[in-house]
């Protein structure tokens, strides 16, 4: 199994940028990476994901063209760069490891999730 730990979160103003990382360690190998968060009293949801191989990229509505996901598979690091930060970015976001993310947007059983880091957003 994967073990993931992220890292960068902070509080920023609106319209900042933030840079989290996350160190992936174990077999990686063929995994598809992705970052989730979670609001204060919503559920989980998807942010971004890269594929292994052909580092494809996928993102929620709510972030595309503000937030951009990376990978360096020689370092096993994941990295996700947000930008144009808005309140409502606000929440806790958590690295994650899954093979057929990239198709379910979802983590299965036999997926990872990193410990969780938080981003806040000042007004």
């Known amino acids: 199994q994967v073990q993931l730990v992220e890292s960068g979160g902070g509080l920023v103003q609106a319209g900042g940028s933030l840079r989290l990382s996350c160190a992936a360690s174990?077999?990686?190998?063929?995994?598809?990476m992705g970052w989730f968060r979670q609001a204060p009293g919503k559920e989980r949801e998807f942010v971004a994901a890269?594929?292994?191989?052909?580092?494809?990229?996928n993102y929620a509505d709510s972030v595309k063209g503000r937030f951009t996901i990376s990978r360096e598979d020689a370092k096993n690091m994941v990295y996700l760069q947000m930008n144009s930060l808005k309140p409502e970015d606000t929440a806790v976001y958590y690295c994650?490891?899954?093979?057929?993310?990239?198709?379910?947007?979802?983590?299965?059983?036999?997926?990872?999730w990193g410990q969780g880091t938080q981003v806040t957003i000042s007004s």
């Open positions: 890269i594929t292994w191989s052909s580092g494809y990229t």
């Open positions: 994650a490891a899954d093979l057929s993310l990239a198709s379910t947007l979802k983590v299965s059983e036999s997926g990872s």
């Open positions: 174990g077999r990686t190998f063929g995994y598809t």
